[in-house]
């Protein structure tokens, strides 16, 4: 079946500094990725997606390409921000039944 | 206005009470789902409904079930609370396909519920 394997948080940064958090992913056929955001009492947000091997899915400063090859989709910023402070989640969509399968989310906090 | 509400959003009850949680769309998306989240598990599928007269069962369905009233409602219910139902509960949608990209999937703001 799928699955979706993120690095594990909690991820302490200053600001400006550069960001990556490591997505991997099992999966047959071609799947759908996306990164979500979670802000501190809130839903989830889609923050990113890619939806076939080497798209780059960006937004708000942050990155990420579907690499097949390594069946991977880590999300990079290059200088984080005191508001980028959240919980990230990785997801993946596949199949015909259009469901989503999440990773289990990495809090970055930024610090100034 | 929020595409996807859900209500409560905070709610605190005992164990053995019946609990509805609910939630509206205005996405005008087919496709509905219920999440719950904690801490260090990510978000588990609870149910799905494809359309009015489909629903089905995800990955942690024991202890709840869902009801859609129509294509915009989608009700989850824990027919007997225990204290391990505590959890941050999500509501989502998604449209079913055509030039959209599958498996979008747009949520609510989340219905904490505290079972004591």
């Known amino acids: 079946g799928n699955s979706v394997t993120q690095m594990e948080g909690p991820v302490t940064l200053s600001e400006e500094a550069f960001l990556t958090i490591n997505c991997t992913y099992t999966a047959t056929g071609y799947p759908s990725l996306f990164w979500y955001v979670q802000y501190p009492g809130e839903g989830l947000q889609l923050l990113l997606k890619a939806t076939k091997a080497d798209d780059k899915g960006s937004n708000k400063g942050f990155e990420a390409t579907y690499r097949k090859e390594t069946t991977s989709f880590h999300l990079e910023k290059g200088s984080v921000q005191v508001s980028d402070s959240a919980v990230y989640f990785c997801a993946l969509g596949g199949g015909s039944n259009y469901k989503l399968t999440f990773g289990k989310g990495t809090l970055l906090t930024v610090n100034p | 206005d929020a595409d996807v509400t859900q209500t409560p959003r905070n709610r605190i009850t005992k164990t053995g009470k019946r609990i509805m949680l609910e939630c509206s769309q205005t996405?005008?998306?087919?496709?509905m789902y219920w999440y719950r989240q904690d801490p260090g598990l990510g978000l588990r599928l609870i149910y799905y409904s494809f359309d009015v007269k489909d629903i089905n069962k995800g990955e942690i369905s024991d202890g709840y079930s869902v009801s859609r009233q129509a294509q915009a409602k989608f009700s989850l219910s824990l027919e007997s609370a225990i204290p391990n139902q505590t959890a941050l509960y999500f509501c989502?949608?998604?449209?079913?396909?055509?030039?959209?990209?599958?498996?979008?999937?747009?949520f609510g703001p989340g219905t904490r519920l505290t079972v004591l």
């Open positions: 996405k005008g998306h087919d496709r």
């Open positions: 989502a949608t998604s449209d079913a396909g055509g030039s959209v990209i599958p498996n979008e999937q747009f």
